[in-house]
């Protein structure tokens, strides 16, 4: 069993553009695939001119065991789909976005909980907690 969420459809791991938003946003809907970025200037054999180019997994466990063996590889990422997330613009300063959105981020924010339709109101609601993070992570 793995310690991460499966990938939305297996059929699609690699059919997502390489360049997207990095990080962000607060709340995760799906992880769409997870991904190993390899650097030549760190010693990942130069396959296209000294570029980064990353390859793709539909598990976590095959994505780390990659990067482990792999030299000039980062950690895995996860590729997640945003349905709605929240944009700070200053500090303590939410806005609730309603706009799908793929985005790559840390794998161990996946150990927040997905989002809920109730996730995003209960954070920017008047009644929330002093620490609203703990909504974000499954904490009230």
Same mark, same amino acid.
Not at 19 to 44: C, F, I, K, T
Not at 57 to 79: T, V
Not at 102 to 125: A, G, H, M, Q, Y
């Given at each position: 069993?793995?310690?991460?969420?499966?990938?939305?459809? %297996?059929?699609?791991?690699?059919?997502?553009p390489?360049?997207?938003?990095?990080?962000?946003?607060?709340?995760?809907?799906?992880?769409?695939?997870?991904?190993?970025?390899?650097?030549?200037?760190?010693?990942?054999?130069?396959l296209? $001119?000294?570029?980064?180019?990353?390859?793709?997994? &539909?598990?976590?466990?095959?994505?780390?065991?990659?990067?482990?063996?792999?030299?000039?590889?980062?950690?895995?990422?996860?590729? %997640?789909?945003?349905?709605?997330?929240?944009?700070?613009?200053?500090?303590?300063?939410?806005?609730? %976005?309603?706009?799908?959105?793929?985005?790559?981020?840390?794998?161990?924010?996946?150990?927040?909980?997905?989002?809920?339709?109730?996730?995003?109101? &209960?954070?920017?609601?008047?009644?929330?907690?002093? $620490?609203?993070?703990?909504i974000?992570?499954?904490?009230?």
């Amino acid at each position: 069993m793995s310690r991460y969420p499966k990938v939305k459809n %297996i059929e699609l791991v690699g059919t997502y553009p390489a360049s997207v938003n990095s990080g962000g946003g607060y709340v995760w809907d799906a992880v769409l695939e997870y991904r190993v970025w390899l650097h030549p200037h760190d010693g990942a054999p130069d396959l296209f $001119n000294g570029d980064d180019y990353c390859y793709f997994f &539909d598990n976590y466990e095959d994505a780390l065991e990659f990067s482990n063996e792999n030299q000039g590889s980062e950690e895995p990422l996860a590729l %997640i789909l945003q349905e709605e997330y929240l944009d700070e613009p200053e500090p303590n300063k939410y806005i609730h %976005i309603k706009k799908q959105r793929i985005t790559e981020w840390d794998v161990e924010f996946l150990n927040r909980p997905r989002r809920t339709s109730n996730t995003i109101p &209960d954070f920017l609601s008047p009644d929330a907690p002093d $620490n609203r993070l703990a909504i974000l992570r499954g904490l009230v």
